[in-house]
């Protein structure tokens, strides 16, 4: 059984930081993605990352959000530094080569 379970989301104020894990179980990771969903937003992309550590970012993120990948842990980070209230969302971790996604972990930055 697939199974892919974000972690690592709360209440932040702005200018804070989180990292979000998902851990993949009943699958081994080729490239994994981390998206997101605003409420009244559609779904987006925040970044990919391969197993050789080949990444793509969002390019309005990529000078706050890092994309990392434990290949032996099975396990996809996303560091998210100076944390802004439009970063506020549901965040989804995707394996990109089989299309599953996790059910997603709250972030939300508010003061």
């Known amino acids: 059984q697939v199974q892919l379970v974000e972690s690592g989301g709360g209440l932040v104020q702005p200018g804070e930081s989180l990292r979000l894990s998902c851990v993949a179980s009943g699958i081994r990771i080729y490239t994994m993605g981390w998206y997101r969903q605003a409420p009244g937003k559609q779904r987006e992309l925040v970044a990919t990352?391969?197993?050789?550590?080949?990444?793509n970012y969002a390019d309005s993120l990529k000078d706050r959000f890092t994309i990392s990948i434990d290949n032996a842990k099975n396990t996809v980070y996303l560091e998210m530094n100076s944390l802004k209230p439009e970063d506020t969302a549901v965040y989804y971790c995707?394996?990109?080569?089989?299309?599953?996604w996790g059910r997603g972990t709250q972030v939300t930055v508010s003061s």
């Open positions: 995707h394996a990109e080569s089989t299309d599953y």
């Open positions: 990352i391969t197993r050789f550590r080949s990444r």
